[in-house]
């Protein structure tokens, strides 16, 4: 993203005349989730407009409006004109039915949408003086196609998010291409460098710019034998301000640290500007010399100095003045011609070196800001205390494949991820991106662990650049306090029981993505008291330790580590002594301490005979207990009645009424032994009828598979 762009991010506003791949995905991702968190249809339609409208910083005029096949436009959501007339309209009816993502440009505007259901299409329009790219345009019609189909069938959302998930991999290829490109070009410099003398190979080859700058300043010193040399350098913080740095070389540091920092004066003017070598026999003699208050030469103090060479350093591509050498002896006429061809051409090596040291410090910010982009926020759960760590290998400036992800599931269910594409570099993080994205893709469809791990693995297949890839997916089920999961090829998770015990899970249960088929699950206790640990391999193994005892280290700690206190801090200080300080590898640790806090459980076993009074007496008697009352109960009474009288007449029993309750949310659910899943837009007719109803009374509601067979829940918000 260029600075214009993050400005532009970071405001919440977007330009689309300096539209990118990185904008394109943030402003699609942004109207995705406005139109999938919308409750209806007219809603997410509002809620894209009024986004567009902010996020243009109302410089933007908009409005979505959807069309049948053979009827004219229906407007649904619009800020300023309404332009689905006239030209525009008659545009759009030529346009072939069933048309996947068209972009038009016609009578003053952009027009671009997508199919939606039934022959029903939806359109998206802004003035064309916008000059949003015809990328851009898709890629933000397939997002908000996702997010309005968010409520159809299951057909519909798997159409939209398998379109949404091509588009992000499309996206993400061609962004890794480009920096690949970018990396290409850093490295061809390089390769030229090597070719240079020992003294250009060795300072090339520094890439802390504290040690070149020192090395550089050595050399030169040595080489032009002078009594004392220094290195005045430039540097550039990160609000982009310059300030100036030194080294000294021949006499220590202290012996300057009382003198200012020294001015353009007419003697130093030609290094400074980079406009020339000065060399004099006798600086003091000089006809520049000696014309500045308020010293008018050397300040008091200063050692002697009458042999005078300086030399700019400036980098050779830019003509940038980086800083400059600065060389002096007691004794006069000490420096000769062929000092001065010395020190101009280490200043040149010097230029090159500490210009490929800043380009490598900005290309390490930039791959580990890439890594970190693609990490989650850890979402605050209820009841779970998480923290987590991704930590850039130390050495090097490529970004590795390692990820973690939080991710929140209906039910006060809670998923963890942890992952690792072997590689580095922008394509690992391109193919880590894509996984993560469809892992969290499944996850929010409700699949069980082995069915998310298992249609990942599948896609994998198809992913260029996707070698071998780990992963864990858990599950944390608060209802029933257990954890359910699957592996693929990941090294195994870690429990840590109340009494300090620590034991592994999830040892070798299957093949690494991409290469396996099938994921079993199992399913362990997780009750309050008790610690997961996640983690990828940059922990526990190094070029000076096997895994195996990498591992055994790791439940050491872990044993040790206390429960209560900074458990941030105690996690920083484990992970800096399992690393020795330092990391061949990316580290990353995901690491969640239950500690029960507000959650009520109750639930009721039930037969087909069950009176509903009996449920709504339940879950009144319930709900007072747990000081809830009001609209919560009602709508509460109404939900329970609807979901078992639905179970009663559809599923066989036995059947199961849970309630849970988390301090945020009430859930209201029914188990039964069906798998088949209802899906309220099929509910056609009165057989269903209770589906609209639960729907009407919930904040959300929906279905999830089980071994058993299903559950049917619904969700209200109480705080």
């Given at each position: 993203?260029?600075?214009?762009?993050?400005?532009?991010?970071?405001?919440?506003?977007?330009?689309?005349?300096?539209?990118?791949?990185?904008?394109?995905?943030?402003?699609?991702?942004?109207?995705?989730?406005?139109?999938?968190?919308?409750?209806?249809?007219?809603?997410?339609?509002?809620?894209?407009?009024?986004?567009?409208?902010?996020?243009?910083?109302?410089?933007?005029?908009?409005?979505?409006?959807?069309?049948?096949?053979?009827?004219?436009?229906?407007?649904?959501?619009?800020?300023?004109?309404?332009?689905?007339?006239?030209?525009?309209?008659?545009?759009?009816?030529?346009?072939?039915?069933?048309?996947?993502?068209?972009?038009?440009?016609?009578?003053?505007?952009?027009?671009?949408?997508?199919?939606?259901?039934?022959?029903?299409?939806?359109?998206?329009?802004?003035?064309?003086?916008?000059?949003?790219?015809?990328?851009?345009?898709?890629?933000?019609?397939?997002?908000?196609?996702?997010?309005?189909?968010?409520?159809?069938?299951?057909?519909?959302?798997?159409?939209?998010?398998?379109?949404?998930?091509?588009?992000?991999?499309?996206?993400?290829?061609?962004?890794?291409?480009?920096?690949?490109?970018?990396?290409?070009?850093?490295?061809?410099?390089?390769?030229?460098?090597?070719?240079?003398?020992?003294?250009?190979?060795?300072?090339?080859?520094?890439?802390?710019?504290?040690?070149?700058?020192?090395?550089?300043?050595?050399?030169?010193?040595?080489?032009?034998?002078?009594?004392?040399?220094?290195?005045?350098?430039?540097?550039?913080?990160?609000?982009?301000?310059?300030?100036?740095?030194?080294?000294?070389?021949?006499?220590?540091?202290?012996?300057?640290?009382?003198?200012?920092?020294?001015?353009?004066?007419?003697?130093?003017?030609?290094?400074?500007?980079?406009?020339?070598?000065?060399?004099?026999?006798?600086?003091?003699?000089?006809?520049?010399?000696?014309?500045?208050?308020?010293?008018?030469?050397?300040?008091?103090?200063?050692?002697?100095?009458?042999?005078?060479?300086?030399?700019?350093?400036?980098?050779?591509?830019?003509?940038?003045?980086?800083?400059?050498?600065?060389?002096?002896?007691?004794?006069?006429?000490?420096?000769?011609?062929?000092?001065?061809?010395?020190?101009?051409?280490?200043?040149?090596?010097?230029?090159?070196?500490?210009?490929?040291?800043?380009?490598?410090?900005?290309?390490?910010?930039?791959?580990?800001?890439?890594?970190?982009?693609?990490?989650?926020?850890?979402?605050?759960?209820?009841?779970?205390?998480?923290?987590?760590?991704?930590?850039?290998?130390?050495?090097?400036?490529?970004?590795?494949?390692?990820?973690?992800?939080?991710?929140?599931?209906?039910?006060?269910?809670?998923?963890?991820?942890?992952?690792?594409?072997?590689?580095?570099?922008?394509?690992?993080?391109?193919?880590?991106?894509?996984?993560?994205?469809?892992?969290?893709?499944?996850?929010?469809?409700?699949?069980?662990?082995?069915?998310?791990?298992?249609?990942?693995?599948?896609?994998?297949?198809?992913?260029?650049?996707?070698?071998?890839?780990?992963?864990?997916?858990?599950?944390?089920?608060?209802?029933?306090?257990?954890?359910?999961?699957?592996?693929?090829?990941?090294?195994?998770?870690?429990?840590?029981?109340?009494?300090?015990?620590?034991?592994?899970?999830?040892?070798?249960?299957?093949?690494?993505?991409?290469?396996?088929?099938?994921?079993?699950?199992?399913?362990?206790?997780f009750p309050p008291g008790m610690r997961l640990v996640l983690y990828t391999d940059g922990l526990v193994e190094s070029r000076?330790?096997?895994?195996?005892?990498?591992?055994?280290?790791?439940?050491?700690?872990?044993?040790?580590?206390?429960?209560?206190?900074?458990?941030?801090?105690?996690?920083?200080?484990?992970?800096?002594?399992?690393?020795?300080?330092?990391?061949?590898?990316?580290?990353?640790?995901?690491?969640?301490?239950?500690?029960?806090?507000?959650?009520?459980?109750?639930?009721?076993?039930?037969?087909?005979?069950?009176?509903?009074?009996?449920?709504?007496?339940?879950?009144?008697?319930r709900l007072a207990e747990w000081d809830l009352g009001g609209e919560v109960v009602a709508s509460a009474l109404k939900i329970?009645?609807?979901?078992?009288?639905?179970?009663?007449?559809?599923?066989?029993?036995?059947?199961?009424?849970?309630?849970?309750?988390?301090?945020?949310?009430?859930?209201?659910?029914?188990?039964?032994?069906?798998?088949?899943?209802?899906?309220?837009?099929?509910?056609?007719?009165?057989?269903?009828?209770?589906?609209?109803?639960?729907?009407?009374?919930?904040?959300?509601?929906?279905?999830?598979?089980?071994?058993?067979?299903?559950?049917?829940?619904?969700?209200?918000?109480?705080?």
């Amino acid at each position: 993203m260029t600075g214009r762009q993050a400005d532009s991010g970071a405001a919440g506003t977007f330009d689309p005349a300096v539209f990118g791949l990185s904008e394109t995905i943030r402003v699609a991702s942004m109207l995705r989730a406005e139109a999938e968190n919308a409750p209806d249809l007219p809603t997410a339609a509002q809620a894209v407009i009024r986004r567009l409208r902010d996020g243009f910083a109302g410089r933007v005029l908009a409005e979505l409006f959807t069309v049948d096949e053979g009827s004219p436009p229906v407007l649904l959501a619009a800020d300023g004109r309404a332009w689905s007339r006239g030209a525009l309209a008659e545009a759009i009816a030529s346009r072939p039915p069933g048309e996947r993502f068209p972009v038009v440009r016609t009578a003053g505007v952009l027009a671009f949408g997508g199919p939606l259901s039934g022959g029903r299409s939806f359109w998206l329009v802004l003035p064309a003086p916008t000059e949003l790219p015809e990328r851009a345009a898709r890629a933000i019609a397939v997002s908000v196609r996702a997010g309005l189909l968010a409520r159809g069938t299951a057909a519909e959302r798997e159409d939209a998010l398998r379109e949404y998930l091509v588009m992000l991999e499309d996206v993400s290829r061609v962004r890794g291409a480009e920096l690949e490109q970018a990396a290409d070009r850093a490295g061809a410099e390089v390769e030229l460098v090597d070719t240079l003398q020992t003294v250009g190979r060795r300072l090339t080859a520094q890439l802390d710019i504290d040690t070149l700058v020192q090395d550089a300043t050595d050399a030169a010193t040595r080489g032009t034998a002078a009594a004392f040399g220094a290195f005045f350098y430039n540097l550039i913080d990160e609000y982009g301000e310059s300030y100036t740095l030194y080294t000294l070389s021949g006499i220590p540091k202290e012996t300057f640290d009382g003198f200012p920092m020294p001015r353009n004066t007419q003697v130093f003017a030609a290094t400074f500007s980079g406009s020339g070598i000065v060399r004099s026999a006798d600086i003091t003699q000089d006809p520049r010399y000696g014309h500045n208050a308020p010293y008018h030469g050397m300040p008091e103090g200063h050692l002697p100095v009458r042999s005078y060479l300086a030399v700019p350093v400036i980098t050779p591509t830019t003509r940038e003045v980086l800083g400059g050498f600065f060389f002096a002896h007691p004794e006069p006429g000490r420096f000769t011609e062929r000092h001065e061809q010395i020190a101009a051409g280490i200043a040149g090596y010097a230029a090159i070196a500490l210009d490929n040291a800043r380009l490598f410090a900005r290309h390490r910010s930039m791959a580990t800001e890439l890594a970190r982009s693609m990490l989650p926020a850890v979402p605050d759960i209820p009841g779970l205390r998480i923290v987590s760590r991704y930590l850039p290998a130390a050495a090097g400036s490529e970004v590795g494949g390692d990820w973690f992800d939080v991710i929140q599931l209906p039910g006060g269910r809670t998923a963890f991820v942890v992952g690792d594409v072997v590689g580095r570099g922008v394509p690992a993080a391109a193919v880590m991106g894509q996984m993560r994205t469809a892992i969290r893709s499944y996850a929010l469809l409700d699949l069980p662990p082995s069915d998310v791990l298992h249609n990942v693995s599948q896609l994998a297949r198809t992913t260029p650049g996707a070698k071998f890839i780990t992963c864990l997916y858990a599950v944390h089920d608060p209802i029933d306090e257990s954890l359910t999961f699957a592996n693929a090829g990941h090294l195994p998770a870690i429990l840590i029981g109340a009494d300090g015990s620590a034991r592994q899970i999830a040892e070798a249960l299957g093949m690494p993505l991409g290469v396996g088929e099938q994921y079993p699950q199992e399913q362990t206790p997780f009750p309050p008291g008790m610690r997961l640990v996640l983690y990828t391999d940059g922990l526990v193994e190094s070029r000076t330790r096997d895994l195996g005892a990498g591992i055994d280290e790791l439940l050491a700690e872990l044993r040790a580590l206390p429960e209560d206190g900074d458990l941030e801090a105690g996690c920083d200080a484990m992970i800096e002594r399992m690393t020795g300080h330092g990391h061949d590898d990316d580290v990353a640790l995901l690491y969640v301490d239950h500690r029960g806090a507000h959650r009520r459980v109750a639930s009721m076993s039930l037969t087909r005979e069950v009176d509903l009074a009996v449920v709504r007496e339940f879950v009144r008697a319930r709900l007072a207990e747990w000081d809830l009352g009001g609209e919560v109960v009602a709508s509460a009474l109404k939900i329970a009645s609807e979901l078992v009288a639905n179970a009663m007449q559809h599923s066989s029993a036995p059947l199961t009424l849970r309630l849970f309750h988390d301090g945020r949310s009430l859930t209201v659910g029914v188990a039964d032994r069906t798998g088949a899943l209802p899906h309220l837009l099929a509910a056609g007719g009165n057989d269903h009828r209770g589906l609209r109803v639960v729907e009407s009374a919930s904040a959300r509601w929906g279905t999830r598979a089980t071994p058993e067979g299903k559950i049917v829940w619904a969700e209200l918000t109480t705080g």
